[in-house]
């Protein structure tokens, strides 16, 4: 497996960049990932990997991109609660790009 | 008298295209880790013997599918399929040639089981089973999407895709599966969904459905789940609970369920109607995947099974399901039986989506605000498990014409996309056939080039601005790689988005 070193220490990733242990994850972690995929994290981008990452403790899955584009919408209002704001953000796609900084586990199947 | 007469423009004359040999030699799905191998009992990498192993399990398949054998032998490299391949036609690369995939294995097979081939390999083109082979095997088996395009032109009728699913199978069988397909039959067995959705998230965001729907139109439309003694269970491809624009079809086919009055539910054990097994051609794997939906039925006592807006399974349920659990006429085990009496056979067992659409629309049951769907100009792209290789209704071709009907129905402006590209002709999207993965994005955005010509034509002609696609892989697909052709990726989306847009709920009085 390949390995990213971040402050010296190492984390061990997939094939595709994703953390391979969960629990590792932090700040500095996720701005690693975020540089090796072209995204320069902001207060916005936080917003959304924090919502990510509390509805990941609760239900062990990354939130449906409705349930995070609604969540999103209420806390920064209806301007911003929809798809297209989370691709400005992400533009590889809210759900796997997102899911990637937030040190979640790559959602699979036919999305 | 002269001046009028004008040379027509020249025809665009479809070509095949130039050969770039090896172009997608490198490009190679990730290889399945052992933990994601041994969950399924294959072996958790290769193995040692696999030579033997490899050409034991070939022998095994040519007995037990005689198709296979016959597909093995009637091949006279006509070539009348070799540029009918979106994987070609994008790729440029000869190996993608369907005639030629199948003669990776297909030249083994001659070196082993001929008896020309056994003694004189070289006069009929077989070769040693070596492990450069077996990589090759690995690689373009894992760049065809089983869509089938290409046997209907094969004048032998040659099913190519059986062809990929014995390789895949030989392959899972020596310890060489594919990530992607492997990973999710996975997450099927351990969690009920090929998305890994546990209940309680799946029940998080059916409330939410139901809070948006009503704050869209006023409207109660309920999104029930495990609920015993309802008439219908639906059963639909996880991503229409998670992605966009699949979640439009979900709500879609609840407000039909709403406005006709018929009590449903959704399953959390059997919460996915995909069944990957059929994509590494592996009969156990399937059988079990569709096991849990038949657990479902007899668990909540349901009277009727509808299939939502998902190709390969649609092709799973129509042609495979009676045999392999007894929904339908098949399986004569003793829950096969119970589940059959259980079912209303006035109903067609399993229904598709459209189909109990269809049948409400045709007896005035639903009501529609068609207007609604005027941003639109539609066009239709025909999924390839649904086009060739299943059915809906009670007349031959009704799976091309019965969701046309429903666009049709709720939409006034609709064309068509070029003949060649349509119904039994239809190209794959280019992600079928568990190739909707990351690692192959390259192949996908190459092969949904046919895809993408004939789509720019009716955008340029008519002004299409809404593809509507009855399979949850075409809808991933398309809505990332329509941005590498300049589209927007809302452009796609179901059938049942478009219904969710004009249906009329509730009293209009």
Known sequence: MPNIEVNGKSYETDEEGYLVNLGEWNRDVADYIAKAESVDMTDQHWEVVDFLRGYYDEYQIAPAVRVLTKAIGKKLGPDKGNSQYLYELFPYGPAKQACKIAGLPKPTGCV | ?509
């Open chain 2, 1 to 509: 008298m002269a001046e009028t007469v004008v040379a027509p423009a020249y025809r665009v004359i479809p070509i095949i295209p130039e050969l770039k040999p090896g172009s997608m030699g490198q490009v190679r799905s990730f290889v399945a880790n052992e933990k994601i191998q041994t969950a399924l009992g294959f072996p958790g990498q290769v193995v040692d013997d696999w030579h033997e192993k490899a050409l034991a399990k070939m022998a095994e398949l040519l007995g037990k599918y005689r198709s296979l054998k016959v597909y093995m032998d009637a091949c006279v490299h006509c070539g009348a399929c070799s540029d009918k391949c979106h994987y070609f036609i994008g790729t440029q690369d000869p190996k993608n040639m369907p005639v030629a995939r199948q003669d990776l294995l297909r030249s083994v097979y001659r070196r082993y089981f001929t008896l020309a081939g056994k003694y004189f390999p070289w006069l009929v083109g077989a070769r040693d089973l070596t492990r450069d082979v077996l990589d090759e095997w690995y690689t373009y088996f894992n760049q065809c999407s089983e869509c089938r395009r290409c046997s209907v032109f094969c004048p032998y009728g040659i099913d190519t895709a059986e062809v990929t699913m014995a390789a895949r199978e030989i392959l899972d069988s020596v310890g060489y599966g594919q990530k992607y397909t492997n990973e999710i039959i996975g997450k099927v067995h351990s969690i009920g969904n090929n998305l890994g959705l546990p209940a309680p998230a799946l029940i998080d965001t059916l409330q939410g459905l139901e809070e948006d729907v009503k704050e869209d139109t006023g409207v109660d439309v309920r999104f029930p789940i495990d609920v015993k003694g309802a008439e219908v269970l639906l059963i639909t491809p996880s991503a229409d609970f998670f992605a966009e624009p699949h979640i439009d079809s979900l709500i879609g086919y609840a407000k039909v369920f709403h406005a006709a009055g018929i009590s449903w539910t959704l399953s959390s054990m059997s919460s996915e109607a995909g069944n990957f097994g059929m994509f590494i051609g592996n009969y156990d794997q399937l059988r079990k995947i569709a096991m849990r939906i038949r657990e479902a039925a007899l668990e909540l006592g349901v009277k009727r099974i509808v299939v939502g807006e998902c190709g390969h399974a649609w092709r799973v349920a129509y042609s495979f399901w009676n045999t392999l659990t007894g929904i339908g006429n098949g399986a004569d085990d003793p829950f096969a039986l119970q589940l059959q009496r259980q079912l209303d056979q006035r109903y067609r067992q399993p229904t598709h989506i459209c189909e109990l659409t269809w049948d409400l629309i045709e007896r005035n049951a639903l009501r529609f605000n068609k207007e609604a769907n005027d941003p639109y100009v539609v066009t239709f792209h025909d999924s390839c498990n649904v086009a060739r290789g299943s059915r809906m209704g009670d007349f031959a071709g009704g799976q091309f014409e019965i969701p046309r009907n429903i666009i049709r129905a709720v939409a006034n402006h609709f064309v068509e996309m070029a003949d060649h590209t349509t119904r039994e002709k239809t190209f794959c999207c280019g992600g079928g056939g568990g190739l909707l993965t990351d690692d192959l994005i390259d192949l996908r955005v190459k092969g949904a080039l046919p895809r993408m010509e004939a789509l720019q034509e009716v955008v340029d002609l008519h002004g299409v601005n809404f593809m509507a696609t009855i399979c949850a892989i075409c809808k991933a697909q398309f809505s990332k790689v329509l941005p590498y052709y300049k589209f927007d990726r809302r452009l796609v989306g179901g059938v049942h988005q478009l219904v969710s847009n004009a249906i009329i709920l509730g009293e209009t009085h």
